[in-house]
């Protein structure tokens, strides 16, 4: 089987993030989200937390205005986020569980546990025409949830992969392979995302029945790397030529 094109969306919330520090407007997701279209990115993911310390409600449709790009909104299921979701119609919403003490998302969603809370959520989504996933631990027990909840997507947490080293990495990426050829056979489109970097990108890349990943702090981190150079001779030239 040849594997279909790998679809990158790229979350932006951690240049919301470094906005929020001093609270004005730059820099702007925005901006981020358009230099993602530009380069042939295919997609826009952004979490809306409960806390908002990143993404704002208001950046939302700007983010929506700005490019031609999908969508896809990471959110708690919460009465909340389902009225946000439903007035701003994402192309995408994947269903993330949220802690506010935590730093990040730091497990996946308990499908099979929360079916009942879950069940209208994802079916008042759907009706709405918005795609849904729902961001799960690669295990057979939360796929199986997810299926019976009709998600047309689900994200596996790549978290525990990109934090084991050796034989522990191997185990976690053979686990990931194995729920994503479950979840193609059951109909399910399979996504990745949580932790990726350039080293440790590609094994998860080669799982063939994948369909996107979702990369955003590290990709951020980075950025700021490749762009400090160009940003630092631009400020030499501007204090220059002031003289
Ligand atoms: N996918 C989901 C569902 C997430 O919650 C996150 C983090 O917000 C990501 C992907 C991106 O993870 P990272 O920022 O570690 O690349």
Redesign the pocket.
């Known amino acids: 089987m040849t594997p279909h094109r790998l679809r990158l ?1 790229v ?1 932006i ?2 240049v919301a993030t470094i906005r929020n520090a001093r609270g004005g407007d730059h820099p702007d997701p925005v901006r981020a989200a358009e230099i993602v279209a530009a380069v042939g990115g295919d997609g826009i ?1 952004a ?1 809306l937390r409960e806390d908002r310390r990143h993404i704002r409600d208001s950046d939302l449709a700007r983010i929506q205005a700005a490019t031609g790009l999908p969508l896809n909104l ?1 959110m708690a299921a919460t009465e909340e986020m389902l009225a946000i979701a439903l007035a701003h119609k994402p192309h995408a919403a ?1 269903i ?1 569980p949220e802690k506010r003490e935590e730093r ?2 730091e497990g996946g969603l308990d499908a099979a546990g929360q079916h009942n809370r879950l069940a209208p959520i994802v079916s008042r989504l759907a009706d709405a025409g918005i795609r849904v996933s729902l ?1 799960i631990a690669a295990d057979e027990r939360q796929l199986e949830a997810a299926i019976r909840l009709r998600a047309p997507a689900v ?1 596996f ?1 790549t ?1 525990d992969y ?1 934090h084991a080293t050796g034989e522990q990495r191997a185990i976690e990426l053979k686990r990931i392979a194995d729920m994503a050829a479950l979840a193609a056979k059951n109909g399910i489109e399979p ?1 990745a ?4 970097t350039f080293d440790n990108v590609q094994p998860i890349a080669a799982i063939p029945q994948l369909a996107e990943l ?7 981190g980075e950025a700021v790397f490749t762009g400090l150079a160009d940003a630092v001779r631009q400020m030499r030239e501007l204090m220059d030529a002031a003289r």
């Open positions: 969306g979350n919330d951690h993911t979490h990471e994947c993330v990040t998302t961001f994200e947490h978290g990109a996504h995302g949580h932790g990726l979702n990369i955003g702090h590290y990709l951020v």
